[in-house]
């Protein structure tokens, strides 16, 4: 138990569905962070919201749109996927994004499969 | 831009110690993190270095030259559900930004 939930673990759509990923994280932090994990390809920075407010966007396709409605709550709204965003996404928190740690709390994601 | 390299297999004895690298090239270093992923699991921290030298917590040690872009894992007194994928991380660029390596997967046999 990390402290950050993810829903749903595993995910399976088209490529005309339009559906969501949600992170909850109980741990009290004010940043929170989306990452892809593809196989043989080393994690990729998404998005960072610290205190609500998006902070880091790396240059993430708009079929990726990103929600933090509150410190707690992250959400990855996806609508016309490809099959090659088929990857696991990790939901991670940490206590501020100024203060750089080296320390992230991760989710155990959530798989998600395109076809 | 910014690279790490690390090995992507490494394999071991129980009870045995393992090294793992990783070098890295970046601009704006702070420091150098570690993480377990085991299958199907959540990456979790390991440890975190911004200075030169070896920092010990319990089994594992990580050790970190700035001057030579070059750090490791050590892990002694292997168990087998130390069977996991490691990753280094480079802190840099300003915020709590880290930037992965691939990986290394560390299989520990009896």
């Known amino acids: 138990e990390t402290g950050v939930t993810q829903t749903p673990r595993h995910l399976v759509m088209g490529m005309t569905n339009k559906k969501s990923l949600k992170c909850e994280q109980h741990l009290g932090h004010n940043a929170m962070y989306w990452y892809k994990q593809s196989a043989k390809k080393p994690l990729e920075l998404m998005f960072v919201?610290?205190?609500?407010?998006?902070?880091e966007n790396n240059s993430v396709p708009s079929r990726f749109s990103p929600e933090c409605p509150n410190s707690s709550h992250l959400f990855l709204h996806l609508h016309t996927l490809q099959p090659e965003d088929s990857a696991l996404y990790l939901c991670?928190?940490?206590?501020?994004?100024?203060?750089?740690?080296?320390?992230?709390?991760f989710g155990e994601g959530s798989r998600l499969t395109v076809l | 831009g910014q690279s790490l390299e690390q090995p992507s297999e490494v394999t071991a004895v129980e009870g045995a110690i393992v090294q793992i690298n990783c070098t890295y090239q970046?601009?704006?270093?702070?420091?150098l993190s570690w993480y377990q992923q085991h299958d199907g699991g959540a990456p979790t921290f390991l440890s975190y270095?911004?200075?030169?030298g070896l920092e010990e917590t319990g089994r594992f040690s990580s050790f970190l030259s700035r001057s030579d872009s070059y750090g490791y894992l050590l892990l002694q007194e292997l168990q087998m559900k130390d069977s996991a994928s490691y990753f280094c991380a480079v802190l840099a660029g300003g915020g709590n930004k880290l930037t992965f390596g691939t990986g290394t997967q560390l299989k520990v046999e009896l």
């Open positions: 991670a928190s940490s206590l501020d994004w100024t203060a750089g740690t080296g320390e992230l709390f």
């Open positions: 270095n911004a200075l030169d």
């Open positions: 919201y610290n205190f609500k407010e998006q902070t």
């Open positions: 970046t601009s704006g270093f702070y420091g």
